[in-house]
């Protein structure tokens, strides 16, 4: 993260005044955003098959990949043919669509959709016109859900429900929209979703989302180790993260009892060796979003930390219920 942007982020999330000369475009920008939802909600069409956008109101990451993750393996215990779209931020692909599969490339086509593709086997078509991604799945995969990555606020996509995740403990900031805060929409846009959920914290009228650790894995040998284990062996470590709040991830290592030395990368970062070639030998956790790309150039002493988006109960089911339209509106 540039350090003129880390010092923006901060402005937003500390309520700093010298943002207040910002307000008039702030204002601008929440104007047209309701503009643009009222416009959708009166020409809304029907998806030709159900489509469930999990999204996010906010500038940066918040979490939805490890939802996205858990809704299309959840839909596939169903039987259900899931297909999952999304614009690949990061990629330096040039022409769209493209299907992303568990073999591609994470620098060519971005980290989250490698790590979709690979951790549920579901085709990922990446378009900037999430319209066309949406056709072309159907084309191509003939799907029984779509589930988008992202697109909240791309309303040439049609949608049959949509879920909002928040980062629960940086939560909306200032609450004022781009570029005065971090809102891509003003927060009255959350009245009008499905489902809120927060990770990392509580928030008034969201479900919870916690993450929860899986097996440590290595990335050059596949060895796996459980929590308990990598910590005996390795309780001293050099933590990596490039990802939307990484101060998330420190934390979680922080529970764990990893005596972690944190190293933060800009959010879908490019990595080279040279990043992590650090002289004192210890080893390197990152998250799995990061080892999708430095996997092909992996040591002997890298690992990554995989997380599992934990629910309450029947949440999942709740959510693709209301996609597919068998229940009725959440009370």
């Known amino acids: 993260m540039s350090k003129v942007s880390d010092w923006v982020q901060k402005g937003w999330y500390k309520g700093s005044v010298w943002l207040k000369p910002l307000r008039p475009l702030s204002m601008l920008v929440s104007y047209e955003a309701r503009r643009r939802l009222e416009q959708f909600q009166k020409h809304r069409q029907q998806p030709p098959v159900p489509v469930l956008v999990v999204g996010n109101i906010t500038v940066g990451g918040t979490g939805k ?168 062996d390795y309780p001293h470590v050099h933590a990596v993260a490039g990802i939307g709040n990484p101060r998330r991830y420190f934390n979680l290592l922080n529970i764990i009892g990893l005596n972690a030395q944190p190293h933060i990368f800009p959010d879908h970062h490019a990595y080279q060796p040279a990043d992590l070639a650090f002289s004192d030998g210890l080893p390197v956790l990152m998250t799995e979003k990061d080892a999708v790309k430095c996997a092909a150039f992996a040591e002997p002493n890298w690992w990554f930390l995989p997380v599992e988006a934990e629910l309450p109960d029947g949440l999942l089911d709740q959510m693709l219920d209301r996609a597919l339209g068998v229940d009725g509106k959440e009370s």
């Not at 060519?108 to 549920?120: M, S």
């Not at 309303?155 to 939560?171: H, K, M, N, T």
């Not at 927060?198 to 008034?204: D, E, V």
Request: charged share 25%; with cysteine; hydrophobic share 40%.
């Open 65 to 232: 990949t490890p939802l996205v993750i858990a809704l299309v393996q959840a839909a596939q215990q169903r039987g259900l043919k899931v297909a999952v779209v999304s614009r690949g931020y990061g990629g330096r692909v040039e022409q769209y669509p493209i299907t992303v599969s568990a073999d591609s490339i994470a620098l060519d086509v971005g980290d989250e959709p490698v790590l979709i593709a690979r951790r549920t086997g579901a085709p990922v078509i990446l378009d900037p016109d999430r319209r066309n991604a949406m056709d072309v799945a159907i084309n191509s995969v003939n799907p029984d859900l779509i589930i988008s990555d992202d697109g909240l606020q791309h309303y040439g996509l049609p949608r049959s429900a949509e879920v909002v995740v928040i980062d629960g403990q940086r939560g909306l900031g200032n609450g004022r929209c781009l570029p005065e805060g971090p809102l891509r929409e003003p927060p009255s846009r959350l009245k009008e979703v499905d489902f809120v959920i927060s990770t990392g914290g509580g928030w008034s009228g969201a479900h919870p989302m916690i993450m929860r650790p899986g097996e440590v894995e290595n990335l050059a040998t596949g060895e796996t180790l459980d929590v308990r284990a990598f910590l005996r």
